[in-house]
């Protein structure tokens, strides 16, 4: 009874601490949240019929997982996966009695609810989409403060939301009111889902505009009279008027509405390229007399873009792509605007000789392309169709959500002229016919609204699966230097094709010595400006088009940290981070950068930058021509690997009592499961002794298989599948990068596991009247597994036969027979130890053991849809040979 009583006071303070840790955790919500340091306003409605009416700036905000109630300054971002309310007050004067309000939001990440004075008046979801909510009048309150409340919610399901929730190489998913938000006050009558386009043909632009007349409910019919309508063309600056339609009357009613459609020829525009990015204002007035009712602006740009084979023309003249891959990603403030910054990106990416931009994985701010038009750099935008596996393309919600954000990206941007294309996201696989219907209607969906280009980033292998549906492909060409399979690949290809190319820049790739020195930057930039020189070698001597993007222009920091870029070294203002972190769910952001690009965190330009900006200036490379290698495989593996060998066979040799026993468990198991059931003992030593050189066989393997691995970018997906907490992730990779660290640690690790198991099983034989103490549960449970000693005799070359293309399979076959043995074993010495039948043991084990197993497997498909994504990676696997 006292036992017990310990058992019970243990676990009762072991929960409370655990309690304390994480209320303390809750309680600091100020590191749990980050501010915008710049705000963008679309237009400026000084002098517009249209107001716009901030609600940037402080809102009350609420959660309860974790406790939050506290101030937040809006735009910005929580760092947590959850659920928080946003609240706000806001008054409008008199004047505004006879307009329509509505709450226009520039991105709101995930799926945002909108409650006007405790009333729902709106939701969405889609997390960098903006979005409008048209407020009642007879809701709002023009005497008295109307109150706002936004519940803002960025929690994704494994396979029912876009973005999904694995991201690998992706972002981190901050959550809240992430961009820019307002009142727009609309006058009685406006222009309501207005639209301008255009046409070029035989040297002119024909420009369109179509629109709805909307007069507010209750509008006397005598206040519609005298309205008219004009289409006018204006310099960008909006100083000079160049051309307009003649006026059309506003007199075909339909109801309250009235359609209208507008049309211009404008003769011989300027036409708009990366080398003169000529733009044109697009005006849509709605006057009653002398006076503006509406206006509606819109900043343009006319030219063509067509596709002949497998080219890329503009304006009639082929078109070749530099590019560079963007995360939007702006230094520690993430997604979070900063203006000033993506201006310089811009700059970065013209000084490279870059003429394209591709946004990864979602729309970017609407301030990129606004820039882009100005400074002559194309754009890619892309659904945020991320590493999605064919289950996400079959969900009864993929269709109407894709849709929708696909409509909402278009009507955002399709006036840009720097958009060059819309992107079916990146990596994904609708292998089944199915999902192919479903992909097919979504292209449909797009090519109805706008007529781009559409593009798709995949894989060599899953070019077929992309073909039917984009017009032009980028294949991840990610560390492979080697371009001439990707030549035979474009040469079969009906579309044209590009390579997105690439290398880490990381120091942990060449780290020998002491982390963070000079030495190891330097050489880890020479290792990828290296990369680089070779590639853009093969493309001078190549025939055929040399279009290519970058993988990437910057730094970014992702959602988990990457195993391919190793152990990255803290700088003194990451360890500021660091310690400011309160639980287990944050690392450092200098543990989740992803150092691959030509401009590292800091903003500093790698050596990579100068041999790419060489490249596409026809210059000399300022970049000596040097030869960088990887270190060597550790030799940690050899020498414990060798010492075990030796040391078992030094005691075999030595103690009698040890080669008796191995002989009995290999030769008569039986009999020694007998003796242990009847209370004989087997030298405490000898089975301490054998438990540790399995637990170190075991460590070997486990050790030498990550080590192998560790540049595969498909392994590194497959742990964040399982190992997904980002704290323990780095935690993992630093023991993977430091193999004697991890050996000795998996070592403990498997040896605590058969403690833990022989007292699980003492626990189990208590519903079986056995009476056999712990210790001989403990000799039970090492000397069953006697047999994984037979794998002693690879663990001090398996690495090496693992990356051996033809001894992988035999190697993993020949472990899988020994565990296999194991399980046999086990299952035998079950029956002897309980004395119990067949039928029962079996059902035991079943119940039991393969009820733990597939506990652990459900708990994993409902949380990371492991299933679909194991069959995912697989096909990944085939498909990027």
Partial sequence: MSRRLSWFVFSFVLISLLGTVELKSQTDTAKLYRIAPTTYQPVDTSHSPRRLISLNGVWQAFSENPQVNTTFKVPGAFLFDGSVRFERTFRLDSTMLNKTVRLYVTGCNNAAQIKLNDEITGSHEGGYMPFIVEFRNERLFYAQDNKLEITVDNRLSPLSSLPAKQRPFGWANEGGIIREIFLEILPEVRLASPRFDYRLHSGAAQINFTAQIRPRRGLAPEALEGLTC?????DVRREQKLAGSPPRACENWNGDRQDLALTYQLSEPALWSPQEPNLYALRAVLRQGDSVIDELWQETGFRSIQIAGQELHLNGEPLELHGANWMEAYNRQSVLLDSTELANLVMTAQQLGLNVLRVIGRPPHPLLPRLCDRAGIFLLQELPLYYLTDAH????????????????????????????????GALSAPLSSNAQRTLQELVAEIRKRDDRPIYAVTLPGWISLWEPHADFLLIDWFLRADLTPFRELAKHSVKPVMPIIGQWASEALVRTGEPNSDTERAEAEGLQAEYYMRVFNLFDRAEGSSSYFLHALKDWEGPTPMLAAGPLALTKSDAQVEAAAIDARFVSSSTRRYPCGLIDASGQNRLAFKVVQAHNRRDTNPVGATKHTLPGNSGIFQIVGILLILILLY???RDRRLQDNLRRIFVHPHGFYIDLYENRKVAPFLTVLIGLAESCVLALLLTQFFYAFRHDLVFDHVINLVLHAPYWKGVLIWLVWNPAWFLAGATLAIFLLGVLSAIFLRILGMFFSSSLTLSQYLTFVFWVGAN??????????????????????????????????LIGRFFRAIRVLYMISFLRAAIICIVIFGGILASIVLYYDQSQAIFDYAKYYFEMLKARA
Wanted: hydrophobic residues 60%; charged residues 10%.
């Fill in 651 to 653: 005691f075999i040799q």
């Fill in 788 to 821: 994984l000693l037979i794998l002693a005799a690879i663990a001090p070359i398996f690495h090496r036969l693992l990356l051996m293309p033809d001894f992988v399979r035999p190697t993993l076959f020949f472990v899988a027979v020994i565990f296999l043995w």
């Fill in 393 to 424: 393309f079959n969900q009864p919600n993929f269709s109407p959500l894709a849709q929708a954000q696909a409509h909402e990206m278009i009507e955002r941007d399709q006036h840009h002229p720097s958009v060059l294309a819309w992107g079916l």
């Fill in 230 to 234: 004009t289409l006018e063309i204006w």
